[in-house]
């Protein structure tokens, strides 16, 4: 029963080994099977990827041989740089050349000659203004092409005028060669002629420096004569100055004004009647009858304490009547105290030039009071023709008699006479008197000052 049992169990297991030994038969077919079919499969997946090589390098020597006739012999170029590059330049040369600065642009295109030149001119403004014409070389070529045959097209004409231009340059130059040579005979003869001249010139120069010398000998002689005349001419005019300033001082010693002491200056010549210091004039009681003239000038002061005189103000007579004048009190004016050796600006603001003021005559450098209440003025006629349309020489004589003056002839002129009438002609009909006038100090006036003096 035992061994029944064992030999049972032993059956089994055979028969168990059996299967799994039949099971792994069956997966190692399997896996045989598998493993032809993968080895199949990577054999035509190699085979494959063979294919695919040799189409990359169909396509890599494609691509070459297209770098090569796009690029030439630079560096191979990607998509980007061929774009950069050529693509987007070749559209900014496009849009430059279509620039309105060309002329080929607008109704200028109609003024084109060439049929072919015009036709491209024509189909290239159409691309104005677009910035992406050139998408692909193809577009490029043709366009290139185009202006191509248009460039051939105008090159014979262009060559053509080139030749003219030529000839027409070796003609101009054979005409500037022509006129070179003429010129440079011109140029020949004018430095012979020079060379002429020059000569002449330095006989000419000889000659005139043999004649210089000549003359320069007779100006020395005569210069010697001259120097000798001159130095007795001297000894004759010094010796006339001597004579004249003898004559000169007996003439200021017979002539000459007694000046007048303090106690005549003291006294006043007039007052003043009437003031207004803000209006700048004032009135005095001296007018015509008093034979004052108008722009007579006096200084305006008042006595003060101690027998002492105080100046105020200086006047200048504007406008003369009869027995009054109105003046001008003289703003700003300079005065130089002699004794005190001050200098003043009067008038004093705080002490204006009122009614009551006293006034007297000032005096010239010589020491002669420039108005003389009192005393008869006397005239004095420089000249013989009269310029004014109303009165006669005769008849001025008389007016100014009327007015209580005194007409002189020549042999009375002294200083004593105040006014010398200037007639126009003065100057050439009488110079003797009108230089003795001078030496005596006269004042001279016009024919229209004495009418305007004596109111006529």
Same mark, same amino acid.
């Given at each position: 029963?035992?061994?029944?049992?064992?030999? !049972?169990?032993?059956?089994?297991?055979?028969?168990?080994?059996?299967?799994?030994?039949?099971?792994?038969?069956?997966?190692?077919?399997?896996?045989?099977?598998?493993?032809?079919?993968?080895?199949?499969?990577?054999?035509?997946?190699?085979?494959?990827?063979?294919?695919?090589?040799?189409?990359?390098?169909?396509?890599?020597?494609?691509?070459?041989?297209?770098?090569?006739?796009?690029?030439?012999?630079?560096?191979?170029?990607?998509?980007?740089?061929?774009?950069?590059?050529?693509?987007? #330049?070749?559209?900014?040369?496009?849009?430059?050349?279509?620039?309105?600065?060309?002329?080929?642009?607008?109704?200028?295109?109609?003024?084109?000659?060439?049929?072919?030149?015009?036709?491209?001119?024509?189909?290239?403004?159409?691309?104005?203004?677009?910035?992406? *014409?050139?998408?692909?070389?193809?577009?490029?070529?043709?366009?290139?092409?185009?202006?191509?045959?248009?460039?051939?097209?105008?090159?014979?004409?262009?060559?053509?005028?080139?030749?003219?231009?030529?000839?027409?340059?070796?003609?101009?130059? #054979?005409?500037?060669?022509?006129? *070179?040579?003429?010129?440079?005979?011109?140029?020949?003869?004018?430095?012979?002629?020079?060379?002429?001249? /020059?000569?002449?010139?330095?006989?000419?120069?000889?000659?005139?420096?043999? /004649?210089?010398?000549?003359?320069?000998?007779?100006?020395?002689?005569?210069?010697?004569?001259?120097?000798?005349?001159?130095?007795?001419?001297?000894?004759?005019?010094?010796?006339?100055?001597?004579?004249?300033?003898?004559?000169?001082?007996?003439?200021? /010693?017979?002539?000459? !004004? *007694?000046?007048?002491?303090?106690?005549?200056?003291?006294?006043?010549?007039?007052?003043?009647?009437?003031?207004?210091?803000?209006?700048?004039?004032?009135?005095?009681?001296?007018?015509?009858?008093?034979?004052?003239?108008?722009?007579?000038?006096?200084?305006?002061?008042?006595?003060?304490?101690?027998? #002492?005189?105080?100046?105020?103000?200086?006047?200048?007579?504007?406008?003369?009547?009869?027995?009054?004048?109105?003046?001008?009190?003289?703003?700003?004016?300079?005065?130089?105290?002699?004794?005190?050796?001050?200098?003043?600006?009067?008038?004093?603001?705080?002490?204006? &030039?009122?009614?009551?003021?006293?006034?007297?005559?000032?005096?010239?450098?010589?020491?002669?009071?420039?108005?003389?209440?009192?005393? !008869?003025?006397?005239?004095?006629?420089?000249?013989?023709?009269?310029?004014?349309?109303?009165?006669?020489?005769?008849?001025?004589?008389?007016?100014?008699?009327?007015?209580?003056?005194? &007409?002189?002839?020549?042999?009375?002129?002294?200083?004593?006479?105040?006014?010398?009438?200037?007639?126009?002609?003065?100057?050439?009909?009488?110079?003797?008197?009108?230089?003795?006038?001078?030496?005596?100090?006269?004042?001279?006036?016009?024919?229209?000052?004495?009418?305007?003096?004596?109111?006529?």
């Amino acid at each position: 029963m035992a061994k029944g049992t064992g030999g !049972t169990i032993y059956l089994i297991g055979l028969i168990f080994a059996i299967i799994v030994a039949f099971v792994l038969l069956g997966i190692a077919y399997y896996m045989n099977t598998k493993w032809t079919e993968t080895l199949d499969e990577l054999k035509r997946a190699k085979e494959d990827l063979n294919k695919e090589k040799d189409k990359v390098q169909l396509s890599l020597a494609d691509a070459a041989q297209l770098n090569q006739i796009i690029n030439g012999s630079n560096p191979p170029a990607g998509y980007v740089q061929l774009q950069t590059q050529y693509l987007e #330049n070749a559209n900014q040369k496009l849009q430059e050349m279509l620039n309105d600065e060309y002329i080929a642009l607008g109704p200028e295109v109609d003024l084109i000659r060439s049929p072919e030149v015009k036709e491209v001119w024509k189909y290239l403004q159409g691309f104005k203004d677009k910035s992406d *014409r050139y998408k692909n070389f193809v577009d490029f070529q043709q366009d290139a092409l185009k202006q191509l045959q248009a460039c051939i097209h105008v090159i014979p004409s262009i060559w053509i005028k080139l030749i003219r231009a030529e000839e027409e340059k070796e003609l101009i130059n #054979n005409r500037i060669e022509t006129s *070179r040579k003429t010129m440079q005979d011109q140029i020949d003869q004018l430095t012979a002629a020079k060379n002429r001249v /020059e000569d002449e010139k330095i006989e000419a120069g000889r000659k005139f420096e043999n /004649e210089r010398r000549q003359h320069q000998d007779d100006k020395d002689a005569k210069d010697k004569e001259i120097s000798a005349l001159v130095n007795k001419h001297k000894v004759e005019v010094a010796r006339f100055e001597r004579d004249k300033d003898t004559l000169n001082a007996r003439i200021m /010693e017979l002539t000459k !004004t *007694r000046r007048r002491g303090y106690a005549e200056t003291a006294q006043p010549d007039g007052e003043i009647v009437f003031a207004d210091a803000k209006m700048g004039y004032a009135w005095i009681d001296l007018g015509r009858t008093h034979n004052l003239q108008r722009g007579t000038r006096f200084q305006v002061y008042q006595n003060s304490k101690g027998g #002492n005189q105080k100046v105020k103000a200086f006047i200048e007579v504007k406008k003369v009547d009869q027995d009054m004048s109105q003046v001008a009190i003289l703003p700003d004016y300079e005065y130089y105290d002699a004794d005190a050796k001050i200098k003043y600006t009067l008038p004093y603001e705080n002490d204006p &030039v009122v009614k009551g003021d006293l006034i007297r005559t000032i005096f010239m450098p010589d020491g002669r009071p420039v108005y003389e209440k009192g005393t !008869t003025p006397k005239f004095f006629f420089i000249g013989k023709t009269v310029g004014n349309h109303l009165y006669n020489r005769s008849e001025l004589e008389k007016k100014i008699e009327e007015f209580g003056g005194k &007409v002189v002839h020549s042999t009375e002129l002294t200083a004593d006479v105040k006014f010398g009438v200037v007639f126009p002609k003065a100057e050439e009909e009488d110079q003797t008197n009108l230089k003795k006038a001078e030496q005596f100090g006269v004042t001279f006036i016009s024919e229209d000052q004495l009418l305007d003096y004596i109111g006529k």
